[in-house]
């Protein structure tokens, strides 16, 4: 087996640990949104004026993560962010135990500003293990992602159901998100490189195909190609937008689906957790085993199935009239809600030389979706409840089917 595919196996581990990382990470907090929301004394609207702290600390980054990552590679950056990631995760249990709002705003920034740099670089990694295996395998990497939020939604109904403390549970999962991202960082390729074989500390070399015929490229003369030249791209601005409706389809569940069925049935928090579980599961296995489906019927039919499915699922939950079927509907959601983000991430690299700024242009405005657009919910449900709110994500949704075409592969 030639080196260079011995190093892009070893960088695909890498990445999955540190997705799984970032799901812990993502989900640590939503999992216990309802006994945070009890410890800051907060309705549905201000909680969402909170959470809306960590989009602005994402947004505050993400547009120039693409350059540094392009200058200083993407396994510095990722161990720089996930640093400043996990500190203010944990500022923001503290500040929710002492009942801090502004305390707890001010840490969820923090979480943002690295968590959102910390997405680009990271599908930075895996758009690099993917040209160097010469195969769909994104999908794979969101499902480490969507791996971790399952394990750390699971670990939250452990320990409400046990009556352990939030501390407790965030300072577990600080810990495992340190050993997961740094140890993975070690086995990174260099990004923009010529063959695969080289990780980040060693000499530069150029990742390409991406599975294409003409194989890899010979070493080019890098031309310039800057954040604004790439806002400018009509294509890849719809890759963004297609992106953040499938942003929107995930982060709307993983923030409001437990209080969703909390509020409407009357339950107990570790049933909201356990819809939620399910909900995360189906996304994991759907990005799992959703590479074979993207690379023998292409990108544009799983997107159409992927938002068929999405809005079926999202109108099941949103109107069923008794709990069993809110989950049966959020299952179907998470489905749906499983294949976009990658494919959009996979599509914005088509081209590695441009992939830096395309891919932090598209992360942006998924991320920001994923970000802002639940806490915008959150306000709305203080009118109309959590699960008829979500219903308002069909939308975004809608806009990604139609867009759909814009994920065939292109390498201008």
Known sequence: MPESLNAAKRARIGVLAIFFGS??????????????????????????????????????????????????????????????????????????VEGSQMAFAASLFVTGLGGGSWDVAQNLAGTDVEHG???????QFHAGFSLGTVFAALVGAGFSRLGLPLLAHVGLAVGLVLVLCLAGSVTLLRHGATGAAETESEPETLVAGGGDPAGPLPKPKRAKFGALAAWAEPRTIMIGLVVMGAALAEGSA????????????????????VGLACFLTAMTTMRAFGTRLIDTKGRLFAQVLSCVLALAGLTTYALAPWVGLAIVGGTVWGLGAALGFPMGMSAAADNPLKAAVRTSVVSTIGYTAFLAGPPLLGMLADHIGYRHALLVVAGPVVLGLILAPALKPRQD
Request: no cysteine.
């Open 23 to 96: 799901g812990i990470l993502m989900a640590t907090l939503a999992s216990r949104m309802w006994v945070i929301r009890e410890y800051l004394d907060a309705d549905a609207g201000r909680m969402g004026v909170l959470l809306l702290f960590t989009s602005f600390g994402s947004i505050s980054a993400m547009p120039f993560t693409g350059s540094l990552a392009a200058r200083f590679g993407t396994s510095p950056v990722i161990r720089v962010t996930v640093v400043i990631a996990v500190l203010g995760l944990a500022g923001a249990g503290v500040a929710a």
């Open 133 to 139: 295996i010469g195969r769909a395998v994104m999908p």
């Open 254 to 273: 993983n923030d409001w689906l437990i209080l969703g069925i909390g509020q409407d049935f009357a339950v107990q928090e570790a049933v909201g957790i």
